[in-house]
């Protein structure tokens, strides 16, 4: 109530325009996004400690390594999971939910073989491999559909269509086998991008709590 005239109505919750009914009232989502939000910042320096070790061998043992990866694989698909979740809430992007799925099957099976690899060796090691290899071009198709549909999102959200286009190119990086050095650059930018925009999605929540 307004102190200075007790007879004024309550001040109002000012909320974005476009937003979805009931969207922010959902406390727990909007502490999903803020939980996620920060581990976004862990998987970021979690995909550094990878890039490092991949260009240094002797940085980490193997089984430390996968124990990286592992730990890195699983903050991705959380962090896809709310990214989809978001998406789907609040703009109702709903044909996201493939290339988001696709990208989950993907990571277990990529990591999967990674596993494999510590095990063996000689040709078999090889195959894998080039297996693990070949399986960045539908990683890669995978990604750049998420940042397509996510480009389709006619609203207009911090950061959001910025991190579809560099999604879309870190896609075609990883699908232009070529061009996958290309995601050490391209990498850590969409880690970052990706951490504001949730940090963004969470920060509404924020600005609609009332004021105590």
């Known amino acids: 109530m307004n102190t200075d005239n007790p007879y004024a109505a309550p001040a109002a919750t000012v909320v974005s325009s476009g937003v979805p009914a009931g969207y922010l009232q959902n406390s727990q989502f909007g502490q999903r996004l803020r939980l996620s939000a920060r581990l976004s910042i862990a998987y970021f320096f979690l995909s550094i400690v990878l890039v ?75 195959q894998l491999e080039m297996l693990q290899l070949l399986l960045l071009i539908p990683y890669g198709i995978a990604t750049f559909f998420l940042g397509l549909k996510i480009r389709k999102v006619k609203a207009v959200f911090p950061y959001l269509s910025g991190f579809a286009h560099l999604t879309m190119l870190l896609g075609a990086c990883m699908a232009v086998i070529v061009l996958v050095v290309l995601v050490v650059v391209v990498g850590p930018v969409w880690d970052i991008l990706l951490a504001l925009l949730l940090f963004a999605a969470a920060r509404e929540f924020k600005e609609t709590e009332p004021v105590s």
């Open 52 to 126: 490092v070790a991949a260009f240094d061998g002797n940085l980490l043992s193997e089984t430390a390594t996968l124990a990286v990866e592992f730990a890195a694989d699983i903050a991705f698909i959380i962090l896809l999971r709310t990214l989809r979740d978001f998406l789907v809430r609040r703009f109702d992007c709903r044909k996201i939910n493939w290339p988001v799925n696709a990208l989950i099957v993907l990571t277990i099976l990529s990591f999967g073989l990674s596993s494999v690899l510590i095990l063996v060796a000689g040709e078999l090691a090889s």
